[in-house]
């Protein structure tokens, strides 16, 4: 995981598996990343895979942000498993993600 900026707002990415056995942790981190902003980014672009909690993280990020007032964008999975399991799983609708083109 890694937390920067981008445009003046926190941008958090996160890559590889987001499984339970990191859950807590990269709750957390986002936690603490992300307090007070208005606006914030998840980038899930270098995510390879999503297990079922961590489908839930991030249904759990998007409910808080809309309690906190904060727009939160989310940067899709280029491809491949982490992609397929948020469309299987309507996630993605959820959380506004465009459908994305998987070549893989």
């Known amino acids: 995981m890694r937390v920067g900026e981008a445009d003046g707002a926190p941008l958090v990415a996160l890559g590889g598996e987001v499984v339970q056995a990191v859950i807590p942790a990269v709750h957390e981190e986002i936690r603490r990343a992300t307090c007070g902003a208005c606006r914030w980014t998840l980038d899930l672009a270098a995510v390879t895979y999503l297990d079922s909690a961590g489908l839930r993280l991030l249904l759990d990020l ?11 964008t989310v940067v899709p999975p280029r491809r491949g498993m982490a992609l397929r399991a948020l ?12 459908p994305v083109h998987d070549d893989g």
Not at 62 to 72: G, K
Not at 87 to 98: E, P, Q, T, Y
């Open 62 to 72: 998007e409910l808080a942000a809309r309690d906190a007032d904060q727009r939160l």
């Open 87 to 98: 469309r299987v799983s309507g996630v993605d609708r959820r959380l506004g993600i465009a």
